[in-house]
């Protein structure tokens, strides 16, 4: 599953689609409102333009889809990129949409969730929100690049981010480089 909500690094998401959609993993996307303003606007996609880069696609309101029960089997969850309200709303089990109830699911399945979270600085609210979605079992993934690969471009610091995710979240043929050292 790949959730969207409103903060800066919508090409991430877009990236882990199109990457899953190549490892012939299938995907389940829900965008928030203010997520589908931020694709618009960082990328120029409609909603329409990104639910076409996913295999199924929900709106937030829909809190009856079958992502929404644990009965539906899932791999993992991946939301990014993830807001403060996205994180604070995970952290306290306050499933108010598809999006926030989907991650609590993950996590009471005890199913892998991912949270790139984009916001700096921290302030003491979104660390303690940090320190409990960690607690629960989540992983807290700020997209920080890893500039010792030298990347060439933004989008290869994407991808490279993409790649360690897809990974992290166990999918065979994800190839994030690995540090080889000195």
């Given at each position: 599953?790949?959730?969207?909500?409103?903060?800066?690094?919508?090409?991430?998401?877009?990236?882990?689609?199109?990457?899953?959609?190549?490892l012939?993993?299938?995907?389940?996307?829900?965008?928030?409102?203010a997520?589908?303003?931020n694709?618009?606007?960082?990328?120029?996609?409609?909603?329409?333009?990104?639910?076409?880069?996913?295999?199924?696609?929900?709106?937030?309101?829909?809190?009856?889809?079958?992502?929404?029960?644990?009965?539906?089997?899932?791999a993992?969850?991946?939301?990014?990129?993830?807001?403060?309200?996205?994180?604070?709303?995970?952290?306290?089990?306050?499933?108010?949409n598809?999006?926030?109830?989907?991650a609590d699911?993950?996590?009471?399945?005890?199913?892998?969730?991912?949270?790139?979270?984009?916001?700096?600085?921290?302030?003491?609210?979104?660390?303690?929100?940090?320190?409990?979605?960690?607690?629960m079992?989540?992983?807290?993934?700020?997209?920080?690049?890893?500039?010792?690969?030298?990347?060439?471009?933004?989008?290869?610091?994407?991808?490279?981010?993409?790649?360690?995710?897809?990974?992290?979240?166990?999918?065979?043929?994800a190839?994030?480089?690995?540090?080889?050292?000195?």
């Amino acid at each position: 599953m790949v959730g969207i909500s409103g903060a800066t690094g919508s090409l991430y998401a877009v990236t882990l689609l199109k990457r899953a959609r190549a490892l012939g993993v299938e995907t389940h996307l829900v965008a928030t409102p203010a997520g589908v303003l931020n694709v618009h606007h960082e990328l120029g996609l409609s909603r329409g333009d990104l639910e076409a880069l996913a295999d199924h696609a929900y709106a937030p309101g829909d809190v009856g889809a079958c992502i929404a029960s644990g009965s539906f089997g899932t791999a993992a969850m991946v939301v990014a990129p993830c807001s403060m309200k996205t994180l604070a709303a995970v952290a306290h089990g306050f499933s108010d949409n598809l999006l926030t109830r989907a991650a609590d699911v993950t996590l009471k399945e005890r199913r892998r969730l991912v949270l790139m979270v984009r916001e700096t600085p921290f302030n003491l609210a979104h660390l303690r929100n940090m320190t409990a979605v960690t607690e629960m079992g989540g992983i807290v993934f700020p997209p920080l690049p890893a500039f010792y690969l030298k990347p060439s471009s933004i989008e290869e610091m994407v991808a490279e981010g993409a790649e360690r995710v897809l990974a992290l979240l166990g999918f065979g043929g994800a190839a994030p480089q690995a540090w080889q050292g000195l």
